[in-house]
């Protein structure tokens, strides 16, 4: 290279280099401003769910703790779920989801006990056409971003309201045992009545406060696991059952059950990136509530209503979720 042309390409070459670090510094800035202000998600959560509780009236001659045991148990529900998340500031967010569905294909199963907890009736209905709904309210905010852009870290808390409601067809007698309980009866084993005729309907619903944590990581540019986990350090039931073909009891409703409880829910899975503003989302749910204290409450037609307490009350559901996501 000749001494004339020497500064030029010198120059040249600190212009290049000059510009690069500005382009860089530019990209990064955009990248900065780039945090997506809205995310929009629609899918399904295909799930299985059940409903526990039993109760105990030892107090009374003959009865067994726990006295009844109901479980309501359905399979393949496809709810519709649907999420939205927005942001205040890079840091700043809230997010409402929302999900509801119509049950069916369950069953509920009822066991009645004597004392020394001999069963002394075991029945099951069909639950053949039911609902249940949920709403998330959560606000929350960023706090780390993973190196080299690999994904971040967010804590929230927020309140969810589950709602749930099951109703029993029919009854099919599994088990009777009438010396178990002097002065009770019930049909032979092997017999069927009511088909078709509502026996119970229950209605269940969770009042929780949640606190937990999500987050994302990349494993390539379009490829990245996602993970949801929030605990429910306090949530307040009520259920009420209404037995349709029981003259001794009321109608509205026949038992009623408060207290409160815990639990958590559960999200894990993966997202891939279509374009730069479309994901497909795939994983898999759990919805988890338990008591911790609570009270059964009897309302006789023609009687004071009588309460005893709760040996069980817990609601789960889980299973597989898919759907879109919309960022902009």
């Not at 998600?41 to 109901?70: E, F, Q, Y």
Request: net charge neutral.
């Amino acid at each position: 290279m000749s001494q004339r042309w020497r500064p030029t390409y010198i120059g040249m070459l600190c212009a290049m280099i000059i510009l690069a670090m500005v382009s860089v510094r530019a990209g990064e800035a955009r990248a900065q401003e780039s945090w997506p202000r809205v995310e929009l998600s629609a899918g399904t959560w295909i799930s299985v769910g059940d409903t526990r509780w039993a109760h105990n009236a030892s107090s009374n001659p003959g009865l067994g703790n726990p006295t009844s045991k109901l479980t309501y148990k359905d399979v393949g529900t496809n709810v519709i779920d649907l999420t939205g998340k927005f942001w205040f500031s890079p840091k700043v967010f809230s997010r409402l989801n929302g999900g509801f569905a119509g049950i069916g294909g369950g069953r509920l199963t009822d066991d009645d006990f004597g004392s020394g907890q001999r069963l002394f009736s075991k029945t099951i209905s069909n639950v053949p056409d039911n609902n249940m709904y949920y709403i998330n309210a959560d606000l929350g905010g960023r706090v780390r971003e993973f190196p080299n852009h690999r994904g971040w870290l967010d804590l929230f808390g927020g309140y969810q309201y589950w709602h749930t409601e099951h109703q029993a067809v029919g009854i099919g007698q599994v088990v009777c045992d009438p010396g178990a309980i002097p002065g009770f009866s019930c049909d032979p084993a092997g017999t069927s009545s009511l088909q078709g005729e509502n026996v119970i309907t229950n209605r269940a619903n969770w009042h929780s406060i949640r606190v937990g944590a999500s987050t994302e990581y990349r494993l390539t540019t379009r490829l990245s696991l996602l993970g949801t986990l929030a605990l429910i350090p306090i949530s307040v039931f009520d259920n009420k059952d209404v037995h349709h073909q029981r003259g001794d009891l009321q109608q509205s409703p026949s038992f009623s059950m408060v207290g409160y409880g815990i639990g958590a829910d559960v999200d894990v899975g993966a997202r891939f990136m279509i374009t730069r503003n479309l994901a497909a989302n795939l994983g898999y749910r759990l919805y988890y509530n338990r008591m911790l204290s609570g009270d059964l409450t009897v309302h006789p037609v023609a009687a004071s209503s009588e309460s005893f307490p709760l040996t069980q009350f817990e609601s789960l559901r889980h299973g597989f979720t898919a759907g879109l996501s919309l960022l902009f």
